[in-house]
Each structure stands twice: as structure tokens, then as C-alpha cells.
């Protein structure tokens, strides 16, 4: 079992900046994919990131965000810039046994609780 807890939410203004954390437990994340989703109020949970071997992004946010890991420290990461209005949403960390990056939330194992980011206008 992998626990994840996701931290570094908050409210921001279009155009900042937010970076969002994964504290991960139980056991090592290296060989998992870790990806992070959104949802949106109203809106279905959505893919933004995801990394393992490869990388890959959300068309809506490539160019803005970048997803990183550190094994060691079991840790994922989402650095956000440029942010807009409709980034806004509660942000997901989430884990994969699958050893390869994948955007269906379908494929991921182990999630956390959420983290909510706000970007005003």
C-alpha cells in the first residue's frame, strides 16, 4: 500500500505561481508512475501530469507546469506558472504500478485526499 498526502495548496492571483507537494508512505514510489489530477467544481476529475520512464502532459497545461520526482525522498512535485482561472480545482496526487506514465485516471492505484488550488482573475 502507498499512502499520499498532498500539501502546498492555496489561493493565488492569474498569472503566479504554486507549487504542489506529494509526501509519499508505505513504500518506495521508484518503478510507480505518479501522476497528479484535477477536478474542478461540477467538472469530472482530470489528467495534468504524469511521469515514470517518460513524462507527459495535459495540453492544457504543457509549457506552464512541469511534474518532478525525487525517489530518495519519496516525494512527487507540480511547479505551476502562469496560472489561470481555470486551473482552479482540487489537485490530486496519485500512483500507478504501471512503470509507465498514463493520463486515465482508471490505471492509478493510490490517491491522496487533495490539495485545492484557487487562481483568481
Known amino acids: 500500500q502507498v499512502q499520499l498526502v498532498e500539501s502546498g495548496g492555496g489561493l493565488v492571483q492569474a498569472g503566479g505561481s504554486l507549487g504542489l507537494s506529494c509526501a509519499a508512505s508505505?513504500?518506495?514510489?521508484?518503478?510507480?508512475?505518479m501522476g497528479w489530477f484535477r477536478q474542478a467544481p461540477g467538472k469530472e476529475r482530470e489528467f495534468v501530469a504524469a511521469?515514470?520512464?517518460?513524462?507527459i502532459y495535459a495540453d492544457s497545461v504543457k509549457g506552464r507546469f512541469t511534474i518532478s520526482r525525487d525517489n530518495v525522498k519519496n516525494m512527487v512535485y507540480l511547479q505551476m506558472n502562469s496560472l489561470k482561472p481555470e486551473d482552479t480545482g482540487v489537485y490530486y496526487c496519485?500512483?500507478?504500478?504501471?512503470?509507465?506514465?498514463?493520463?486515465?485516471?482508471?490505471?492509478?492505484?493510490?490517491w491522496g485526499q487533495g490539495t485545492q488550488v484557487t487562481v483568481s482573475s
Open positions: 496519485a500512483g500507478s504500478s504501471a512503470g509507465w506514465a498514463l493520463s486515465s485516471s482508471t490505471l492509478y492505484d493510490y
Open positions: 508505505g513504500r518506495t514510489i521508484s518503478g510507480y508512475a
Open positions: 511521469t515514470a520512464t517518460n513524462t
